[in-house]
């Protein structure tokens, strides 16, 4: 069974303070991971999609990295605006259609 | 700008109700999902159409149907609410079964 974990659950820094948030996951056949931006009360917006090992997509203060095992959402020098929860998810075979499989997400909180 | 958007903000029913949730996009995807999101759960997948007429199951389906008549159209059926599927509902869309979603704001439901 496909899985995704993200970490931390919930994540505080004061503005500028670097982070970053982690998304590991165990699926065969991975197409493509992705990640997305939850506002309190709003659906999720997405942010990036990496497809390979190695592959890196940069948007503003957000970076997101992928290995063969975990992705990286790496935050320089947050603001406050930058708070929201992050979720990631997997792209992969099953049953001969894609699946895609979030996780539960990292509450991110940056304090002024 | 695409665009995916949900007949209700918020509900409030009460436990035996029919409820019927609906969801359009204006994108032309063939692929449309619905989810429900509780804390610590992250987003289940509850039922998905890859075409008009056609429906699979999702992870959770049970107390569920759903209805798709038309193709920019998906609509998800309480048959008869219970307080255990107060939740926040949300709707996508996606170009292949295993791309991006586009997601709704949210339909928060809540059963009493």
């Known amino acids: 069974e496909d899985q995704v974990t993200q970490s931390p659950e919930a994540l505080r820094l004061q503005e500028g303070e670097s982070s970053s948030l982690n998304c590991s996951y165990t699926?065969?056949?991975?197409?493509?991971l992705f990640w997305y931006r939850q506002d309190p009360g709003k659906g999720p917006e997405f942010l990036f999609t990496?497809?390979?090992a190695g592959e890196e997509k940069e948007k503003e203060r957000l970076k997101a990295t992928l290995t063969k095992k975990e992705s990286f959402l790496h935050i320089t020098a947050p603001k406050p605006e930058d708070s929201a929860t992050y979720l990631c998810?997997?792209?992969?075979?099953?049953?001969?259609?894609?699946?895609?499989?979030f996780g539960t997400g990292t509450k991110l909180q940056v304090i002024p | 700008d695409v665009k995916v958007t949900q007949s209700s903000r918020y509900l409030v029913k009460r436990t035996g109700e029919k409820v019927f949730l609906e969801c359009v996009q204006d994108?032309?995807?063939?692929?449309m999902f619905w989810y429900r999101q509780d804390p610590g759960l992250g987003l289940r997948l509850i039922y998905f159409?890859?075409?008009?007429?056609?429906?699979e199951k999702g992870d959770i389906p049970e107390g569920y149907s759903v209805s798709r008549e038309k193709k920019e159209r998906f609509s998800l059926i309480l048959e008869s609410a219970s307080t255990n599927q107060t939740s926040m509902y949300l709707c996508?869309?996606?170009?292949?079964?295993?791309?991006?979603?586009?997601f709704g704001p949210g339909t928060r439901l809540t059963v009493t």
């Open positions: 996508a869309s996606s170009l292949t079964s295993g791309s991006r979603r586009y």
């Open positions: 699926v065969s056949g991975l197409r493509g």
């Open positions: 990496l497809y390979s």
């Open positions: 998810a997997v792209q992969a075979t099953s049953g001969g259609y894609q699946k895609v499989t």
């Open positions: 994108m032309d995807h063939e692929n």
């Open positions: 159409s890859y075409d008009v007429k056609m429906k």
